[in-house]
């Protein structure tokens, strides 16, 4: 027999996005038939019902659970069933469980296990004494005992241990108790760390949690996360308390175990059934039910760091784009040299060099020379800089060559290297370039990530970029999932060139995936550019259903087609002309000209196909086609004079750009080396609930030093217009503050004495 409650999915997803049913449900049909999040966003709005990417990844992931959800249930009713135990009340009850450990509850009494103490009691023939001290409370259990003496039951002791063996089963398996217990902890739980005895010294990162203690309802996702990780470390024990400070006789979650069998502690009877439930409680349920919560605990703080995480990569994909302008990237070094390469506005590598300006060789002459050469030679526009060790001593020694040289100058750039290094080690590196050196290659994708981030970083594996925190603790399949989307959505909001896009781009686009980027590249590099986007049927293997999800975000410019050019879809071609005929012009003299679309009635052009949403979304296109959401392009200007943390003073002024966004505030390079912390408190002049309200990873802002600690490698800034130094209404935890520098450069050596999530936060979030 197998019960299914597929029919409520719907209607439990819509609750939770905000949205109806059979907007869900729409939703669902076109997800099972193959259709991607990027395109139902995006040319199924009248299908949906307008539900956007953020509404429908949510939906995906949660269908993925609760499909889960219904495969257990019916897997734990089939069991059940063939032991003969599967009741209409029972099978009421797990037709009702709306999560996977409600579900496991109701299970628990029927799981096959191995033979337990309760089982080989009932094997002795004390089922019958458990049973009589349960149901009549004015039994003696000591008495009544002796009639159950048996050659496997020698005494009185043996056989009450026995009965208490299978009430201990009977208690600890009563999903409603359970339920009621887990709910208890959950909200008056304390998450307690203690150092283990002898790894004070070499645990010294985590030294905020030597002594720590606070409740498990409230724990932010990076304090649980680093406690968790020097638990792994073995550096800290970490338990869950309850109602640690309370002396009554009676703890009032053995309470709740007495008052679920109705055990008052007055007769004979109920003291031992108390001893019972206090043995329950402390062998069984306490420990499970921990467990229990270190577990929800690691996947609450798991969720929000892959939040944060994936909000941040969106920001650093979706930052602004130099454009199509001669760059040379810069990737510093100081023994090693300052590895240089020059592209040109396509991304094509036009020169490559090394030179050593710094210790031991100290040529800052010729590396001077070489570079204005290069930039000579190149018609560089653009110089990139690597943001990692050296990175200011090389802006420094470009700044006073660029006052050498006649106007017009390049434009230097800061630029985070994160991931650069993994870049220059893949497979797809090698790909590219084959013959050139490994360290050569970090300094192509420094000056590429200027000109368009979004097409460089994406042949990075996304947690390799560093903009997440503890990325390296939390559930790699739903981190990879989860980022996966995020490229995925970022990279078809900005739609790619057909014709210059790298297979690491395409594949990435609605519909693709790697195998027919490679087809699309090995077709274009055959017969030359695609003309138009009808031509892409003529790649192997691209059939109708891959060229529906692609074509509308694949651009061609200056083909047969002008609409090719825009993300109008090919399906829509025939409603676009029409509104293009009801002006009585030509394409391509309509595009741009916004103010002959604005006049036309979108209603006009509705029909069985297409609604008021694509209508609206077409005329849109037509005015800026092929438009790009990214902002336009600034830099920060750094300070000049301002290059070590020990150039720093309170109540400097200083621009800088936000390289992540974390729970408790946001990092910021000011070009010293080292990234300083505007606490969420220093964010506004009012409440900040969630940083992200504020600021956004790549913004430029400015921000005033509040506190400086070289010691220590702590910078504290404000963005407050008071001048901060106050934080207000909500006071900072101390590992807060003890994560207020992460070294931008690939290896950040961490102090000691630094606070244990400072420490452990650098450690995962540090360049790879």
């Not at 907007?23 to 019902?49: C, H, M, S, W």
């Not at 790894?199 to 409230?218: I, P, V």
């Not at 609409?563 to 741009?592: F, Q, T, W």
Request: proline fraction near 5%.
């Amino acid at each position: 027999m197998t019960v299914t409650n597929t029919a409520s999915i719907p209607r439990l997803i819509a609750a939770e996005i905000n949205a109806r049913p059979d907007q869900v449900n729409a939703a669902i049909e076109l997800l099972d038939g193959g259709a991607t999040v990027p395109f139902i966003a995006r040319y199924r709005k009248e299908v949906t019902g307008g539900l956007d990417d953020t509404q429908l990844r949510t939906l995906d992931e949660r269908l993925i659970y609760l499909r889960e959800l219904e495969a257990r249930r019916d897997t734990i009713i089939n069991e059940i069933q063939s032991q003969g135990k599967l009741t209409p009340e029972l099978e009421g009850k797990i037709t009702a469980a709306i999560t996977k450990a409600e579900l496991e509850d109701i299970y628990l009494p029927y799981k096959p296990k191995r033979r337990t103490k309760a089982e080989i009691a009932r094997e002795r023939g004390l089922g019958p004494l458990a049973e009589a001290i349960i149901s009549d409370r004015r039994t003696i259990p000591l008495e009544i005992a002796k009639n159950f003496l048996t050659s496997d039951v020698a005494d009185v002791k043996a056989a009450l241990d026995g009965a208490r063996d299978i009430l201990v089963e009977k208690f600890s398996e009563n999903a409603d108790l359970i339920g009621r217990l887990r709910n208890y902890m959950k909200d008056r739980a304390v998450l307690r760390a203690k150092v283990v005895d002898g790894k004070q010294e070499a645990g010294a990162k985590f030294s905020d949690y030597f002594n720590h203690f606070e409740r498990w309802a409230t724990t932010p996702s990076h304090r649980a996360l680093a406690m968790l990780r020097g638990r792994n470390e073995e550096v800290l024990s970490l338990d869950i308390e309850i109602d640690a400070d309370d002396t009554s006789a009676i703890k009032p979650v053995e309470r709740m175990i007495a008052e679920a069998y109705s055990i008052s502690g007055n007769g004979a009877a109920d003291t031992w059934l108390m001893d019972v439930v206090r043995w329950t409680w402390r062998i069984r349920l306490s420990l499970n039910l921990s467990v229990d919560l270190m577990t929800a605990l690691r996947e609450r703080s798991e969720e929000e760091a892959i939040r944060v995480f994936a909000r941040n990569l969106k920001d650093l994909l979706l930052a602004a784009p130099a454009g199509s302008r001669a760059t040379m990237g810069l990737d510093p070094g100081i023994r090693t040299g300052v590895k240089v390469a020059v592209i040109d506005g396509t991304g094509k590598l036009l020169d490559t060099t090394t030179v050593y300006p710094f210790p031991p060789r100290n040529d800052v002459r010729g590396t001077q020379a070489e570079l204005a050469r290069l930039v000579t030679k190149h018609k560089v526009e653009l110089i990139a800089i690597g943001n990692g060790t050296g990175s200011r001593e090389t802006e420094k020694l470009v700044a006073d060559m660029l006052g050498d040289m006649p106007a017009p100058k390049p434009l230097k750039v800061i630029v985070s290297e994160a991931g650069a290094s993994v870049y220059s080690a893949s497979a797809t590196a090698a790909a590219e370039f084959p013959t050139l050196d490994v360290s050569l290659r970090g300094a192509v994708s420094i000056a590429r990530r200027l000109q368009d981030p979004l097409a460089e970083l994406v042949k990075i594996e996304p947690k390799s970029i560093g903009v997440g925190q503890y990325q390296h603790d939390v559930d790699q399949y739903r981190l990879a999932r989860s980022l996966e989307g995020v490229v995925e959505d970022a990279v078809n909001a900005v739609g790619v060139d057909l014709n210059t896009a790298s297979a690491s781009l395409l594949a990435r686009i609605s519909g693709l995936g790697a195998s027919l980027a490679e087809a699309i590249i090995a077709h274009r590099d055959q017969t030359g550019p695609f003309k138009t986007r009808r031509e892409l049927l003529k790649v192997a293997r691209l059939g109708p259903r891959a060229f529906e999800q692609c074509a509308g975000f694949l651009r061609i410019s200056d083909g047969s087609e002008p609409l090719d050019a825009s993300a109008v879809h090919p399906e829509a071609y025939g409603v676009a002309k029409k509104i293009v005929s009801a002006c009585g012009r030509d394409v391509r003299s309509l595009m741009n000209d916004s103010t002959a679309l604005k006049a036309l009635d979108p209603r006009v052009f509705v029909d069985e196909r297409f609604g008021l949403p694509t209508i609206r979304d077409i005329i849109a296109e037509l005015e800026k086609p092929g438009r790009d959401p990214r902002p336009e392009f600034k830099t920060a200007a750094f300070a000049d004079g301002i290059d070590n943390i020990k150039d720093l003073k309170p109540g400097m002024l200083l621009e800088g750009t936000v390289t992540n966004v974390a729970a408790f505030g946001a990092f910021v390079d000011i070009g010293v080396h080292q990234d300083g912390l505007v606490h969420l408190s220093q964010l506004a002049d009012r409440f900040v609930k969630d940083a992200h309200e504020i600021v956004k990873a790549g913004d430029v802002v400015k921000v005033r030093v509040v506190d400086v600690d070289p010691k220590r490698n702590r910078i504290s800034l404000t963005m407050r217009k008071d001048g901060g130094g106050n934080e207000g209404p909500r006071k900072p935890h101390s590992s807060d503050n003890a994560s207020q520098l992460r070294k931008p450069s690939p290896k950040p050596q961490i102090p000691a004495s630094q606070g244990a999530f400072g420490a452990a936060l650098a450690d995962a979030m540090r360049k790879k």
